[in-house]
């Protein structure tokens, strides 16, 4: 089974830029969706399709995705970006979330 | 305004059966597909389960671990989706949420979650 690996914690000092890795086998031919979860709250969806944001989500937030590694952005980060965000693909009709990482600002 | 709303977790004995709810409104609940995925306390997200709707002759996927235990159905008329789970396990324990799904097979709006608690 297709396996997303991210890391288990991040931190970004305030007005910083963060980055927030996901890795997989060839994750760059795969489209990549991003989710942000709150302390005691739902996932909200903050990036799809590897870069595109929904209504709603601040343009501080981007995305990439190429080779092995797919990457949320974060620029000019705010203590209200502190949450944990997970990575999500498609695989054989199965939805794949990578383990979370906790985004942590100084 | 799209809601989610879950229903129907609690206190289940190792072996037993639990059938959740999500009520939804605010949009065309037949246009779409929904997931349910469920997050164990202080872990991350594991998808559930997918169903598809009438134009995909409403189909299923399910995660390996759970087929054969665990049955999604819904019902257009009610603008509902329910997760059926039996022989639930310890590891079972978990928030469980229900998903519309949108944009390129994405989660666009989820429910606030049910806990249920699989435990003698």
């Known amino acids: 089974s297709y396996e997303l690996t991210q890391p288990v914690s991040v931190s970004v000092a305030l007005g910083q830029t963060a980055r927030i890795t996901c890795g997989g086998d060839?994750?760059?031919?795969?489209?990549v969706h991003w989710y942000q979860q709150m302390p005691g709250q739902a996932p909200v969806l903050v990036m799809y399709?590897?870069?595109i944001r929904p209504s709603g989500i601040p343009e501080r937030f981007s995305g990439s995705n190429s080779g092995n590694t797919a990457t949320l952005t974060i620029s000019r980060a705010q203590a209200g970006d502190e949450a944990d965000y997970y990575c999500?693909?498609?695989?054989?009709?199965?939805?794949?979330f990578g383990g979370g990482t906790k985004l942590t600002v100084l | 305004e799209v809601q989610l709303v879950e229903s129907g977790g609690g206190l289940v004995q190792p072996g037993g059966s639990l059938r959740l709810s999500c009520e939804t409104s605010g949009f065309t609940f037949s246009d779409h597909y929904f997931d349910w995925v469920r997050q164990a306390p202080g872990k991350g997200l594991e998808w559930v389960g997918r169903?598809?709707?009438?134009?995909?002759?409403?189909?299923?996927e399910y995660a390996a671990s759970m087929k054969g235990r665990f049955t999604i159905s819904r019902d257009d008329s009610k603008n509902s989706l329910y997760l059926q789970m039996n022989s639930l396990k310890t590891e079972d324990t978990a928030v469980y949420y229900c998903?519309?799904?949108?944009?390129?097979?994405?989660?666009?709006?989820w429910g606030q979650g049910t806990l249920v608690t699989v435990s003698s």
């Open positions: 999500q693909v498609w695989d054989s009709s199965a939805a794949v």
């Open positions: 060839n994750i760059g031919g795969r489209n």
């Open positions: 399709r590897d870069k």
């Open positions: 169903a598809r709707n009438k134009a995909h002759s409403y189909t299923t």
């Open positions: 998903a519309r799904v949108g944009e390129a097979g994405t989660c666009d709006f």
